[in-house]
């Protein structure tokens, strides 16, 4: 069993910044791959980006590359979700998970994850 906790969502005017912070119960953390999701009321949850287990390999979501950035600190069993930029259509749940796979990283669906954090609600208002 793996817990994820995250935290730092809130309110924030459109053009601000917040960063997330997802905290893993276990020492293996460092031998996950992980992503970021979201998921606006009445759409799909989708992923943001996802992140190597060693940290040096990230790739984003279109519509959040160069303003997102997806880091690691395996020391700390902590990732994090730095978004700077923020439009009010970033408004969602976002949720940090666990990569079900060991190969690669990059992992698109949320089904091919199999831990998740219980989401934190980030709000851009215009």
């Known amino acids: 069993q793996v817990w994820l906790v995250e935290s730092g969502g809130g309110l924030v005017q459109a053009g601000g910044s917040l960063r997330l912070s997802c905290v893993a119960s276990?020492?293996?953390?460092?031998?996950?791959?992980m992503g970021w999701f979201r998921q606006a009321p009445g759409k799909e949850r989708e992923l943001v980006g996802a992140?190597?287990?060693?940290?040096?390999?990230?790739k984003y979501t279109d519509s959040v590359k160069g303003r997102f950035t997806i880091s690691r600190d395996n020391a700390k069993n902590t990732m994090y979700l730095q978004m700077n930029r923020l439009r009010p259509e970033d408004t969602a749940i976002y949720y940090c998970?666990?990569?079900?796979?060991?190969?690669?990283?990059?992992?698109?669906?949320?089904?091919?994850?199999?831990?998740w954090g219980q989401g934190t609600q980030v709000t851009v208002s215009s």
């Open positions: 992140i190597s287990a060693s940290g040096t390999t990230t």
């Open positions: 276990k020492q293996t953390f460092n031998s996950y791959n």
């Open positions: 998970a666990k990569s079900a796979y060991y190969g690669g990283f990059y992992y698109p669906w949320p089904y091919e994850y199999d831990y």
